[in-house]
């Protein structure tokens, strides 16, 4: 994963350039002490994760992660516990209080690299139409889940519930548009901001609604003529 490293203090960027060369899966791109700097990098190189530091002269850390529709990952580090729910407002991967011991880095960076590989299809053993699982994160543990399992997939704000055949719901730090980058379309198609679902399994269509299991879940307005058209043409 190719890093950038954003934080004025030279002390807390030393840190991590240290703790980052302790992790063979990352790689730091540039180290910066600014938003404008980072921005610039930004502009000329592919960044996967960015470690940054909250407050910045002139543009705070959360007013330049903000600034992106779609940033790289973000894992924020700071000595100030009170931005930690503005922190996942804006989608932290996740946040490291300073002075940060490396147990709790190496943690932060794992999930990173977690949700690279979702995100980057690498969690299956072959092609994305083809293959038959994906590993996700879920608490304290990678989780796979076989894809033929999969009933429907519900949207909780930050975080997504996956529910699976026979078995408690999967509740994971991921988003509705990397599952469905990364799940096989053929088997797999969002039908609401909220709802991703297997198409194999739907029982019954009733106007705007179909039934999964025992759950009737709504087709969105948005996604009605996409999800009419995939099937009723197949």
Not at 116 to 140: E, H, M, P
Request: contains cysteine; aromatic residues 10%; hydrophobic residues 40%.
């Amino acid at each position: 994963m190719k890093c950038l490293i954003v934080d004025d203090e030279p002390l807390a960027q030393q840190v991590l350039q240290e703790f980052t060369g302790r992790v063979p899966f990352l790689e730091v791109i540039a180290v910066c002490s600014s938003a404008t700097e980072a921005a610039e990098v930004l502009r000329n190189n592919t960044i996967d994760l960015i470690f940054l530091d909250i407050h910045m002269p002139r543009i705070s850390g959360l007013e330049f992660i903000s600034s992106y529709s779609n940033p790289p990952q973000f894992i924020l580090v700071t000595a100030y516990s009170e931005y930690a729910l503005q922190g996942f407002n804006v989608n932290a991967t996740d946040y490291l209080m300073k002075p940060v011991p490396f147990e709790r880095f190496l943690k932060a960076v794992n999930k990173a690299y977690e949700l690279f590989r979702l995100r980057n299809k690498t969690g299956a053993s072959t092609d994305a139409q083809n293959q038959r699982f994906i590993l996700v994160k879920s608490g304290y543990q990678t989780v796979k889940i076989i894809l033929d399992t999969i009933q429907y997939i519900e949207g909780l704000k930050d975080y997504v519930k996956i529910y699976t055949e026979g078995k408690k719901p999967i509740l994971s730090l991921l988003t509705m548009k990397g599952l469905v980058e990364t799940l096989p379309e053929d088997k797999f198609m969002r039908i609401h901001k909220s709802f991703i679902i297997s198409t194999e399994r739907i029982s019954v269509i009733s106007r705007n609604r179909v039934l999964i299991g025992d759950k009737w879940i709504p087709v969105g307005e948005n996604y009605r003529d996409v999800f009419r058209n995939k099937m009723f043409n197949k």
